[in-house]
């Protein structure tokens, strides 16, 4: 049995495929490659895929994890190519290696936000706001968890990374937390922010832009 991951981009159109509707789209399209891939055992065999983290409908992503075994060697390259001859406008694998990483190593996501204001001349107060709103000493918001409704203090757990000012929208660069002990949805800073900004805006293309370890290095 050989591992192999792939990383792939999700964008334009193929932004409102679930993760449910991915999960089985692959399935079709390893069962149209030809690929020796490596199938579960037992009363129903199924294709062993294991995607490193579900992405919200509607967001675009420049690195989704896809993994999966093969019964017998192929090239990466010969992989790569037959994938994306078979893969629809939107899906496009971007390269083919060997795993270095576990899933459970990822601790950390990055994400780009596009904040649109309906006046460019507010991008000033929007900042201004939003620099205030980064100083508070909590920012406390509800987070829905298996557990149900809890009220989480993103504020420790969130990085700015960038603020881009444009002249039609605003892009925020954050790090948050991922994986699968902890997993912020960018949209929560956002609405809280949105709840206490005198500036109406709205978000226009939000994309993961990186998957990273605990501690910082990049998730391969």
């Known amino acids: 049995m050989i591992k192999v991951r792939t990383v792939f981009e999700k964008k334009g159109r193929a932004k409102y495929i679930s993760h449910l509707d991915l999960n089985r789209f692959i399935m079709r399209v390893f069962k149209r490659s030809g690929l020796p891939i490596w199938y579960t055992e037992g009363f129903n065999p199924h294709p062993y895929i294991v995607f490193a983290m579900a992405l919200s409908l509607g967001f675009e992503s420049d690195c989704e994890i896809m993994d999966f075994n093969l019964t017998e060697g192929v090239s990466f390259g010969k992989i790569k190519k037959i994938l994306n001859d078979i893969l629809p406008e939107g ?3 971007l390269y083919v290696t060997t795993p270095e ?4 190593d990822i601790g950390k996501a990055e994400y ?3 904040c649109i204001t309906e006046n ?3 991008n000033e107060i929007f900042l201004t706001e939003l620099q205030k709103f980064l100083e508070l000493p909590e920012i406390n918001v509800e987070k829905k968890t298996k557990k149900g ?8 757990l969130t990085e ?3 603020i881009i000012n444009k002249s039609d929208n ?3 660069n954050m790090r948050l ?3 699968t002990q902890n997993n912020f949805n960018p949209m929560l800073f956002i609405d809280a922010f949105s709840a206490v900004s005198s500036v109406r805006f709205e978000t226009g293309k939000i994309s993961r832009t990186g998957i990273l370890c605990a501690d910082g290095e990049v998730f391969k």
């Open 120 to 122: 460019p001349e507010e």
């Open 101 to 104: 990483h576990k899933i459970k």
């Open 112 to 114: 780009s936000v596009e």
């Open 149 to 156: 409704i809890k009220l989480v203090d993103i504020k420790p």
């Open 160 to 162: 700015l990374t960038n």
């Open 170 to 172: 605003i892009v925020l």
């Open 177 to 179: 937390p991922a994986g």
């Open 91 to 93: 899906l496009k694998i």
